[in-house]
């Protein structure tokens, strides 16, 4: 427990609220709100007062800092009057205020060290039961009607949400599409138009799963080699235990690695096969990691149990008998239908016009007037490439509208039946709505940490959550221009749908408590409201964390100690692939599987990306016993070493039109050394020793595969070879070209 107040301290939160029972309007119950820091620096608390015997008792809960439960002292309460003081940190830090006339919010200042800063609290209602008083066509407009005053709050482009409500044996369906699926028509959004769901793809995974294991092919805690006998991982312990259970409840061992598939064109055997390379950060069963190349390791092994692809897999056992018929497991497909989404993201600028202000008139005369200025726009939303993951798919490559999404709700809501066919059991469907894992931190859990979902589990493709005294299953998806959100409580048989073309939005977590709150009849909470907070102090602690970044660990006046035309090059790793380094105008590039952005010098021979993904890692490059940068670390997933990229030869080197001016014979210390072009590789032959393979290694050096420390550097001039420089540790001989 933390016992101060740091006012100018902000990290990335866990910014918990709370419920609580209703109260008569008075300073009784519980409050949540925030004390405004400055702009955009929102400090989140959640206050509790209570009266016993006439005297009062409260505590305060700061989730950003990690306190909770603090008493608060020196509690007064006059009429609409309120102050009580944080026990224990210094400053004395006071909240003085008024209850407004309803009893509904408190607002005032609160002090500390002689500072003050204005405070404003919302007292919170608690939890109803039954369902709602209103009908259903007055809930159904309220949902509607929120959702239309919230986009603009996120700058979504284009929405659609589907609601399944099965209770009292009834099933009824509601589908509305909202804003545009193409900024440049205009084209609106239909409960028809495809979305990118993402690793809400994961849930899909996992049934096909569940079906080879009642189809007796697969057990859930057998090993995976018992299916895939070259299964292997860093961890030969992991490799040798890890079941399907394992793979489908990211408690692998190993953390997301997302930059190894990322824009990746490998194929889905050679992602599986690269899985040896990447280091874990746990035991097996130790902790929850999402880790998506389990779910597509998890594909690999239905595709060889079921005889089928992954996709086609998909299709026929899910799909087609729950009747999606316009989804699908590509982009490419996607972009055929008649109705789809295009992807967006939202850019924040502060540049892309002048800021709001007034210029001073040029006419003398006129001098008290004004020339307005356009204001500043506050950012703009741009169109995305779409995101081809054709590879990793079983991890989050389905398409869907959210008619066909609906059917999908209903499977899960109806324990595995769909009319009279049946894509699972009710047992194993019980068995993926089950809990595996508890999650704990993480931004997953941080998104989720609220006081009405005390805990988050996952089981088998799914996020499980207490909700308000409901079992609330659920799990999101993000690809580049799109956020999508499933989720049903099975108990209460609703469930909700939201699915979006805007890249990273939070308005699908949001809008989803909305939902439920609205169709159970629960008391209001501001979800959107929250989330936005959520959302702004991230983004703050991430800005003010790079605005530091400069101040506290860069080392002014330093230069790379190489000239930049030597950083440049390919750099491979086992897993992560080819790092191209490129060099123009004197300034760095860095791309990796096409995810590319500038490198700016940032202290000695470390480059620091600065726009876009690359924004903020940091590039290392380390030089060998030659002199020669041959390496280059990148910080590319937390919790191991820095990913080590090791330079290789450009594929010129081995251009038979590059080598063929090397061939020929050349004199030194009496002898004549010849070097043949065979192919694409030379070789070196010298009067009484074995012959050498020469192998590329920088510029025209090659070094002898068959001689460790020894190598040969071609000199050209005018396009042909003059010399061969024999460099050996016992010295460097000159032999020159007849």
Not at 163 to 170: A, E, N, S, T
Not at 231 to 257: I, N, Q, V, Y
Not at 606 to 613: E, L
Not at 674 to 684: A, I, R
């Amino acid at each position: 427990m933390r016992r101060s107040i740091l006012l100018s301290c902000f990290a990335i939160l866990v910014f918990s609220l709370s419920t609580f029972s209703a109260e008569p309007p008075s300073a009784a119950g519980r409050w949540e709100g925030s004390i405004a820091l400055g702009p955009g620096m929102d400090l989140g608390v959640i206050v509790t007062l209570d009266q016993e015997g006439g005297a009062w008792k409260g505590t305060i809960d700061i989730p950003l800092q990690g306190a909770k439960g603090l008493p608060l002292i020196n509690i007064a309460v006059d009429g609409a009057d309120a102050t009580f003081e944080i026990s224990g940190p210094g400053g004395k830090p006071t909240f003085k205020g008024s209850l407004s006339p309803d009893g509904a919010s408190m607002a005032g200042d609160f002090t500390q060290g002689g500072q003050t800063f204005p405070f404003e609290l919302k007292r919170q209602g608690g939890v109803k039961a039954g369902i709602s008083t209103k009908t259903q066509d007055e809930i159904l407009k309220d949902i509607w009607s929120h959702v239309e005053a919230v986009m603009p709050d996120w700058h979504v482009p284009g929405l659609a949400v589907g609601i399944l409500d099965m209770r009292d044996g009834k099933t009824s369906v509601h589908m509305q599409g909202f804003g545009v699926k193409d900024l440049a028509t205009g084209a609106g959004v239909s409960p028809a138009t495809l979305f990118a769901i993402g690793s809400s793809t994961k849930a899909f995974t996992a049934t096909l799963m569940a079906q080879a294991v009642e189809k007796g092919g697969v057990k859930w805690d057998e090993p995976v080699r018992a299916y895939l006998p070259d299964f292997k991982l860093w961890d030969e312990s992991a490799s040798e235990r890890m079941t399907p259970r394992d793979l489908l409840s990211h408690r692998s061992g190993l953390p997301r690695h997302d930059f190894m598939w990322y824009g990746s064109d490998l194929s889905r055997a050679e992602l599986y096969e690269r899985l040896r390379y990447l280091e874990p950060t746990e035991d097996l069963r130790s902790v929850f990691q999402y880790q998506n190349l389990m779910f597509v390791t998890a594909g690999v092994l239905e595709e060889k149990v079921l005889g089928k692809p992954w996709e086609a897999l998909v299709k026929e056992r899910i799909f087609d008998p729950l009747a999606m018929k316009t989804a699908n497991t590509s982009v490419a497909d996607m972009q055929k239908a008649a109705d789809f989404a295009l992807p967006y993201e939202w850019k924040d600028s502060e540049d892309l016009r002048p800021q709001a202000a007034t210029a001073p008139a040029k006419d003398k005369k006129k001098k008290d007037a004004a020339k307005p200025v356009e204001p500043k726009r506050e950012g703009e939303l741009k169109l995305m490439p779409f995101r081809v993951i054709d590879a990793p798919g079983p991890a989050g490559s389905i398409n869907a509208s959210v008619g066909d999404m609906v059917m999908w709700l209903k499977a899960n809501l109806d324990g595995g039946a769909f009319g009279d066919k049946r894509i699972l059991s009710e047992a194993s469907m019980q068995e993926l709505h089950s809990p595996q894992m508890v999650v704990r931190g993480g931004m997953m859990s941080q998104l989720f940490a609220f006081p009405e979902t005390p805990y988050m589990m996952y089981g088998l493709g799914w996020f499980i959550q207490p909700y308000r005294g409901h079992r609330l299953i659920h799990h999101g998806g993000n690809i580049d221009g799109f956020s999508a959100m499933v989720a049903f409580m099975p108990d209460e048989k609703i469930g909700v749908v939201i699915l979006s073309n805007l890249d990273g939005n939070l308005m699908v977590n949001s809008l989803m408590f909305e939902v439920f709150d609205r169709l159970l009849g629960l008391d209001p909470v501001d979800w959107n409201g929250r989330f936005k907070l959520k959302y702004a102090q991230i983004k703050e602690a991430m800005k003010q964390g790079e605005s530091k970044e400069d101040e506290v660990r860069r080392k002014p006046g330093t230069k790379p100690s190489h000239p930049i035309a030597d950083y440049a090059g390919e750099f491979d790793h086992p897993a992560y692939g080819r790092l191209r380094v490129t060099q123009e105008k004197g300034a760095l590039g860095a791309s990796l599987h096409g995810i590319a952005g500038p490198l700016d010098h940032f202290h000695y021979d470390i480059f620091k990306g600065s726009k876009d993904v690359l924004k903020g890692l940091k590039f290392t490059f380390l030089t060998n016993l030659r002199g020669d940068i041959d390496r280059v670390e990148v910080p590319l997933e937390q919790g191991v070493g820095p990913i080590v990229f090791t330079r290789v030869p450009p594929d010129s080197m081995r251009d038979p039109a590059f080598l063929a001016p090397f061939a020929g014979e050349y004199e030194v210390m009496g002898m004549t050394a010849t070097v043949e072009l065979k192919g694409d590789t030379l070789f070196l032959t010298v009067p009484g020793q074995p012959g050498y393979t020469l192998v590329p290694y920088l510029g025209t050096e090659f070094d002898l595969k068959e001689q460790k420390g020894f190598s040969v550097k071609f000199t050209v001039k005018d396009g042909k070879a003059t010399e061969c420089v024999f460099i050996q540790p016992n010295g460097v001989f000159i032999a020159k070209k007849r």
